[in-house]
């Protein structure tokens, strides 16, 4: 069978006419969960054969190999990760509207969407939250953590009355509040030399064991221009497009990197040393919302929130070492 056979052996004859089916989808994705005919037969409840027939004619339908064989688990294929991503964006979609639906038939309230980066999910949302359910009659609010292109793509498509990101692009059909500015940061693992020093200037990264943050964000493509000009190239040891995860490499001595005040807060009791660093670089992070969207969603309100729990955090005392974080 196609699956049993190493990527080159498949064919790439190209795709068929006929179309993927919800059942070949649902297929295919068991097996890349579970790694294995069997796991995904338990999954879905239907024979191991049954299992192997569909994926075979999966594969026959893609044209190219989905899976390859690796210690007796079935690993999925560049092409065949490829596919299962997208597999995955149509399958929590489908899950979305059937609790939707489920929801509807209870006649629960409303819920007000919310996606996110990361970041601002978990250090700048639960302030939020908790003062806007203290107003009697706000809405639920349904938080949704995504990478900056999915926040786009939820607020773009109205699948989100608000999204929380980073920088943003002008985009015709998308309205934006400036949430929040912060400054970057020099974060160091407790004992590093250049901890010594107050404020940290791209000369002293030359060389320096280096964590890239998100480019896609534009964060770590402000610093590349910053250290290009001085004509500065740190050793890019690693690139971590989560910036909190990278404070975390940070803390743990897998080089330096740069952060902000959100990223920065679960670490500072746990010794991640925070410097200034000059030239200044500032990092944005921005509300978006689709025009013409037509629901009670009080906007206007939630905006003010996001921008006061903002100016909070970042009004908080600054570490040692730092002279302000905002």
Sequence with gaps: MALHRPARACSNGGMSKS?????QLEVFRAVVRSGSVTGASRILGISQPGVSKILTQTEELCG?????????????????????????????GMEQIEHLMERLRAEEPRRAV????PVLAQELMPPVARRWLDVPGAER?????????????????RRAEIGLMGSLQRVPSLRSFLVARTRALIALPPGHPLAARATIRPADLHGQPFIGISRHEGQQTLIDRVLEDEGVR?????????????????????????????AARPFLGRGLILRDFA??????????????????????AFLRLLGECAEAILSEPPPEGVTRLS
């Excluded at 050793?235 to 952060?259: K, Q, R, S, Y």
Aim: charged letters at 20%; proline letters at 5%.
């Design 64 to 92: 190219f190999c989905l899976f390859e064989r690796l210690h007796g688990r079935l690993v999925p294929t560049q092409r065949g990760l490829s596919l299962f991503d997208e597999t995955e964006r149509l399958f929590v």
């Design 114 to 117: 919310i996606a996110s980066i």
């Design 19 to 23: 179309r993927l089916q919800h059942r």
């Design 279 to 300: 030239p200044a670089v500032t990092f944005e992070y921005r509300a978006i919302w689709s025009e013409g969207m037509s629901n009670p969603f009080d906007r206007t």
């Design 234 to 262: 740190p050793l890019e040891v690693a690139e971590c497009p989560l910036i909190a995860g990278a404070a975390g490499m940070a803390l743990a001595g897998v080089g330096i990197t740069f952060t902000d005040a959100f």
């Design 141 to 157: 609010l349904a938080l949704t953590t995504r990478d900056a292109g999915g926040v786009m793509a939820m607020a773009a498509s």
